[in-house]
């Protein structure tokens, strides 16, 4: 037996000794792990330690897409008037902090997308009230010919009196959003030369790979797909050299409750054969990738279309992509946040899933399209608040763990409450998750090795209960770490502190703490974020604040206080599958 493997079970052993967890008849000799209590640390500290912790440092179980934790934009911007205001600078930078990234554009409402090439900047914009809109739209056009005269990057600073007519106009419209997707009856969208424009300099200002849903229910009087709109798009997009991925509708197997006609997985899959020799007869997108059919939850009628669509044109898309939503926006109960059965609900999700896609096209990647706390524009106070950051964390770590190439939030910056960013341009709490997340951990999954809440260690296996933990290699893309450094993340639903040893290959190191905890007397409902400490808060519309990280001595145990989320680097431990 190797002498890594030794240490692991005799640090078991100890840790069920002492804890109680199973007979004393199990405790036939000490081991080093015990010699080394004995030999210095205070008494009664094994009986308070909860967890035993290591982690397989020897190679990956999975190794994801570097943009695995990407976002998503809902086309309601261009109704509801933000798309205008995507050059914001403030906007930009929060979107770079997350780069790299996929910026998907697409929701309910990509299927009732139209394209028009033409530039007339106020013509097809959404109602506003009267009293202002007039002067409201003449600042919109001094802005945007103000932006046509910038090189590169195109940026703004809206004057305030600006934005504050934006976001009663939004108000405004969003009550008609919100209305549309109660009743799931929606309107038109009518998407401009000059809307793409906008929405292309955004996503490349930020860093982020566009990707476009295109409308799936634009049919011909034989239901075939009409392509008329997609190829002027297609056109109008190659002229301007813009780099993008496609994908063609939303949720495709709702089409009939949305719109009293069904697409069934074989004229689907012959509608993305389509898409594909479309992009190949356009030069500048013929290498362009194509992703879908973005199903809806794997219920039966998402399982058979998925099915139907990967045994025709499972060969047509380069990642196959589906949706998850955990419950009813209508929800009003913090406890609705924190189930462990909901948020198991994902892997048996992810199962079905890749079940279906690995029959047909073994080895294809698989994404989540769209994820969110909640549907029908998510919860007010909740699903927007520090207590939606268990579903979403939880959620990126089963997703990796499952081997989900990438997840796409939604949404990015919307109407409804289940985005990152409100409508002050102020990150809500799942975007200092998501920015925290996109700076430690990186796209090597590790397996981790738990005992305490288990009567056996069982390596790949998260335990089904309030404390979550995921490993990664540290990412890459941070300066402070170097190679061979592990982010060990861990969510505690617990209503009391729990205590975590690290063990094996992991002890004996020191160790970066970044806790994170609700801010203000709100407590789970709050909407700021504190980091060991420190409240966040952007520094200006440019500047992030700075991440200090509380430094653990070697050997010291960690620490999670109840209800909250923390990240710990675990620095120079020189692992293996980390290095490369």
Not at 224 to 237: D, H, P
Request: net charge positive; proline share 5%; charged share 20%.
């Amino acid at each position: 037996m190797r002498p890594r493997s030794f240490l692991w079970l005799a640090s078991l052993v100890a840790l069920v000794v002492q804890s109680g967890l199973s007979s004393s008849s199990s405790s036939s000799s000490p081991s080093a792990y015990q010699r080394s209590v004995a030999g210095g640390k205070r008494p009664g500290f094994m009986e308070r330690t909860l967890v035993l912790l290591d982690v397989n440092t020897r190679s990956p179980i999975r190794v994801l897409n570097d943009n695995f934790l990407s976002v998503q934009l809902d086309p309601s911007i261009i109704k509801d008037g933000w798309l205008d205001f995507l050059s914001s600078k403030r906007l930009v930078t929060l979107a770079r902090g997350l780069s790299p990234a996929f910026l998907r554009f697409g929701g309910k409402r990509t299927d009732f997308l139209q394209f028009n090439n033409q530039k007339n900047l106020a013509k097809f914009r959404g109602p506003g009230p009267d009293y202002y809109l007039k002067n409201y739209e003449d600042d919109i056009v001094r802005s945007d010919i103000a932006l046509d005269e910038q090189k590169g990057c195109k940026l703004a600073n809206h004057p305030d009196i600006m934005l504050e007519l934006q976001r009663e106009k939004a108000a405004t419209t969003q009550l008609v959003l919100l209305k549309e997707q109660m009743s799931n009856i929606y309107s038109n969208i009518t998407i401009t030369a000059r809307s793409l424009d906008k929405l292309y300099n955004f996503a490349n200002c930020a860093g982020l790979h566009l990707i476009l849903g295109l409308n799936a229910l634009h049919r011909n009087p034989d239901n075939s797909w009409n392509t008329s709109s997609t190829l002027s798009l297609l056109k109008y997009g190659a002229g301007k050299k813009y780099n993008i991925s496609w994908e063609l509708g939303n949720e495709p197997n709702a089409f009939r409750s949305m719109v009293g006609r069904a697409v069934n997985s074989t004229q689907l899959a012959q509608d993305y054969v389509k898409l594909r020799t479309l992009l190949q007869s356009v030069r500048y997108y013929q290498r362009a990738h194509l992703y879908g059919p973005n199903a809806g939850r794997p219920r039966k009628n998402a399982v058979l279309l998925l099915d139907g669509f990967m045994k025709n044109a499972g060969s047509a898309v380069d990642a196959v992509t589906w949706q998850h939503y955990y419950m009813d926006g209508r929800v009003n109960k913090v406890e609705d946040f924190l189930k462990t059965r909901l948020l198991d609900t994902l892997t048996e999700q992810i199962t079905k899933v890749t079940e279906v896609v690995n029959t047909h096209t073994p080895g294809k990647k698989v994404w989540l399209g769209g994820l969110g706390p909640a549907w029908t524009g998510g919860s007010s106070n909740l699903s927007d608040t520090y207590a939606a950051g268990f579903l979403w964390v939880n959620a990126l770590g089963l997703s990796a763990v499952q081997g989900i190439d990438v997840v796409l939030r939604h949404s990015f910056f919307d109407y409804g409450y289940t985005h990152l960013v409100d409508q002050n341009f102020n990150p809500l709490p799942d975007y200092w998750f998501s920015l925290v997340f996109k700076r430690l951990v990186g796209p090597r999954v590790l397996t981790v090795r738990v005992a305490g809440l288990q009567r056996k260690p069982q390596p790949g296996r998260v335990i089904r209960d309030k404390l979550r933990i995921y490993a990664h290699c540290t990412s890459y893309y941070n300066p402070n770490y170097v190679r061979g450094s592990i982010t060990i993340y861990i969510i505690n639903l617990h209503r009391s502190r729990k205590k975590i040893k690290l063990a094996g290959t992991l002890r004996n190191n020191t160790v970066h703490q970044y806790l994170l905890q609700p801010y203000g007397p709100e407590g789970l409902r709050a909407k700021y974020v504190q980091l060991n400490g420190e409240k966040l808060l952007m520094v200006d519309n440019e500047t992030f604040p700075e991440f200090k990280p509380k430094t653990l001595r070697a050997g010291r145990t960690i620490a999670m206080p109840p209800m909250t989320i923390g990240f710990y680097v675990i620095k120079n431990i020189n692992a293996y599958a980390c290095r490369r």
